[in-house]
């Protein structure tokens, strides 16, 4: 069965950080592609940061040097760091993910955390 389990969300100031994790079981982690998405009401769910497998980042404009995303193949898990935090940030995070493969793909969803940033 695979489980992807978000932590780390949680109120902060303006300006302040967080750290998120996503915690992967039941797939070969190391294969996979990891994404951060967020929702914030009444807005269609968008990608923040990606990582391959290879361990290649892509990042939203929006949070380009404000959030790092890294990941432990050890541990299976996927971080975003969040510096800079402003109240647009504030939405429920996922984390994502994503295996491409021979003529086969898969893609698994975390529950997602709530981020809020408000003074």
């Known amino acids: 069965q695979v489980q992807l389990v978000e932590s780390g969300g949680g109120l902060v100031q303006p300006g302040g950080s967080l750290r998120l994790s996503c915690a992967a079981s039941?797939?070969?982690?190391?294969?996979?592609?990891e994404g951060w998405y967020r929702q914030a009401p009444g807005k269609e769910r968008e990608l923040v940061a990606a990582?391959?497998?290879?361990?290649?980042?892509n990042y939203a404009d929006s949070v380009k040097g404000r959030f790092t995303i890294s990941r432990d193949n050890v541990k299976n898990t996927v971080y975003l760091q969040m510096n800079s935090l402003k109240p647009e940030d504030t939405a429920v995070y996922y984390c994502?993910?994503?295996?491409?493969?021979?003529?086969?793909?898969?893609?698994?969803w975390g529950q997602g955390t709530q981020v809020t940033v408000s003074s």
């Open positions: 990582i391959t497998s290879g361990g290649n980042t």
């Open positions: 994502k993910a994503e295996y491409r493969g021979y003529g086969e793909s898969r893609d698994y």
């Open positions: 039941g797939i070969i982690f190391s294969l996979y592609a």
